[in-house]
């Protein structure tokens, strides 16, 4: 037997607490079934069309460089990028917009960055982990508030020191359903805070060409913040931080994941471009809407069991890892790939299985998928 040191004694006891709990995380390649559980919902990843703009473009310009060589502030800033930013920032309606290679590097870098000591920042209790990072790496007063809960919000605005920053999501990224921004603005603007608001779910789905709900609601000029992810309904890899010049140059400055990382790929941030050409040239808010439509028609008499969302995320609850684990793998053996969402992913008794739904999802397909849950459930 090997002779354990204390990391490895620390490792396999921390290890054995998650397989005990039945929340041990793996990898796995599972593209073989039709998807319900990716973020790629209007199909942009494996979009023929997409493939072939970038590819085109990629023609012309033979010499283009694999790697970016350096950070932006070194050797990684090209025109082609600043260009992006600027296309970026007008069709959302904002001053500015800076790119960062992941949402997690945005929210990191935003959050570490820009809250202070004696400042405070008041979280959405489901807000996405990366928010939550960033702002455990400030010095700021951190509190969270009651999800979705306005009175909640109020109280601990009430209580706050300092500038004051609001974060929320437009849509929650593990329930699906959507904030409060009109009223989550109007609370902001009383207490003087900074409303931030994580688009990841949003961007590409709702508002006009995919702007996202800020756009939809015409709240653009009373958000002090938005970040925008490629990782999702883009298909791409990437994420945007939307706000004035100031806060761009404040996060070239200060933001310790921009400042410390190799920008991403020419390839990449072309793909994000040709994303926005895709979404500019068709209709997919119309085509992912009637998806979402029609599985909440055809799941009428178990909709009950989902978190209320008008959003491609459906969430069936399922209380405990073992059963969410054992229901996902019995719909995975009948053909549709879904995945448990366990605890320490969501709150205990929140398990769930999270359907996404896709433009790509025939009504063939979502039928049957919707035929077995009402036989299981
Ligand atoms: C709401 C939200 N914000 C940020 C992120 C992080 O984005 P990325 O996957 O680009 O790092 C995610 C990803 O799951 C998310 O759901």
Same mark, same amino acid.
């Given at each position: 037997m090997a002779i354990l040191t204390a990391i490895d004694q620390y490792i396999d006891k921390k290890l054995a607490e998650r397989m005990q709990a039945l929340s041990l995380r793996s990898l796995a390649d599972n *593209? &073989? $079934?039709? !998807? /319900?559980?990716?973020?790629d919902y209007l199909g942009f990843s494996a979009s023929s069309e997409l493939k072939e703009m970038i590819n085109s473009f990629l023609s012309s310009f033979?010499?283009?460089?694999? @790697?970016? &060589?350096?950070?932006r502030l070194i050797s990684g800033n090209r025109h082609f990028t600043e260009e992006l930013e600027t296309e970026i920032a007008s069709f959302h309606g904002s001053g500015s917009s800076l790119l960062f290679n992941s949402g997690y590097d945005a929210n990191l870098g935003l959050f570490s960055s820009l809250p202070q000591r004696g400042d405070t920042i008041i979280v !959405? +209790? $489901?807000? *996405?982990a990366s928010i939550i990072d960033g702002a455990r790496l400030s010095y700021a007063n951190r509190y969270t508030f009651r999800h979705n809960d306005l009175q909640s919000l109020e109280d601990k605005l009430k209580a706050a020191k300092g500038n004051i920053y609001i974060a929320v999501e437009s849509?929650?990224?593990? !329930?699906?359903d959507e904030a409060p921004l009109k009223a989550l603005a109007d609370l902001a603007d009383t207490y003087g805070a900074a409303l931030i608001v994580d688009e990841a779910h949003a961007t590409g789905i /709702?508002?006009?060409?995919?702007? @996202?709900l800020i756009n939809h609601y015409g709240l653009q000029s009373r958000i002090f913040a938005r970040v925008i992810t490629? =990782?999702?309904? $883009? =298909?791409?890899h990437g994420a945007a931080i939307l706000g004035n010049n100031n806060l761009k140059t404040y996060l070239i400055n200060f933001a310790r994941s921009f400042i410390y990382s190799t920008a991403a790929s020419f390839h990449s941030h072309l793909s994000i471009k040709m994303a926005y050409k895709m979404l500019r040239e068709s209709d997919f808010q119309n085509e992912i809407r009637s998806r979402i439509v029609f599985f909440k028609q055809e799941a009428d008499p178990v909709l &009950?069991? /989902? #978190?209320?969302?008008?959003?491609?995320i459906q969430s069936l609850l399922v209380t405990g890892n073992e059963n969410a684990q054992k229901l996902a793998s019995e719909i995975r053996a009948a053909g549709f790939n879904v995945r448990p969402i366990l605890y320490p992913a969501v709150p205990? !008794?929140? +398990?769930? #299985?999270?359907i996404c739904l896709h433009t790509f999802n025939s009504e063939k397909e979502i039928s049957s998928l919707v035929t077995l849950l009402k036989e299981i459930l």
């Open positions: *593209h &073989t $079934l039709p !998807d /319900f559980c990716s973020n033979p010499d283009y460089p694999l @790697g970016s &060589t350096g950070s !959405d +209790e $489901l807000a *996405h849509i929650y990224s593990m !329930d699906g /709702f508002g006009w060409q995919g702007r @996202g490629y =990782g999702k309904a $883009l =298909g791409s &009950t069991k /989902f #978190i209320p969302s008008a959003s491609p205990v !008794d929140k +398990e769930r #299985i999270r």
